[in-house]
């Protein structure tokens, strides 16, 4: 089981970008980004359930994300508009086939598959 992360580059402060994370073959119950930094923990950024009824947006990004899932490509997405300076990070999936509440979603420690990172650079 592998997951692919993509859709990272450069944007100007206000753009948008769309990341996408795409299962090769399996449907994970809980799919989930996260960020980082340079010298920083992992930070959740938006999660999804299997059935797209529960999802979760961190509060600093709330309002500017959106966060969608396509069963039939096994792939989840990830709009991000109004994005600013410092949205700047290397942006990872990560999934599980456990269904999650919001304190685990949070926790990088309940993932058992993860992306290999796609880099996202908001210019000023």
């Known amino acids: 089981v592998q997951l692919q992360a993509s859709g990272g580059g450069l944007v100007q402060a206000g753009g948008s970008l769309r990341l996408s994370c795409a299962a090769s073959g399996r449907t994970f119950s809980t799919t989930t980004w996260f960020r980082q930094t340079p010298g920083k923990e992992r930070e959740f950024v938006a999660a999804?359930?299997?059935?797209?009824?529960?999802?979760y947006y961190a509060d600093s990004m709330k309002g500017r994300l959106t966060i969608s899932r396509d069963n039939a490509k096994s792939t989840v997405y990830l709009q991000m508009n109004s994005l600013k300076p410092e949205d700047t990070a290397v942006y990872y999936c990560?999934?599980?086939?456990?269904?999650?509440?919001?304190?685990?979603?949070?926790?990088?420690?309940?993932?058992?598959?993860w992306g290999q990172g796609t880099l996202v650079t908001v210019s000023s």
């Open positions: 990560a999934a599980d086939y456990r269904s999650m509440r919001l304190e685990s979603v949070k926790d990088v420690g309940q993932y058992a598959y």
């Open positions: 999804i359930d299997w059935s797209g009824s529960r999802i």
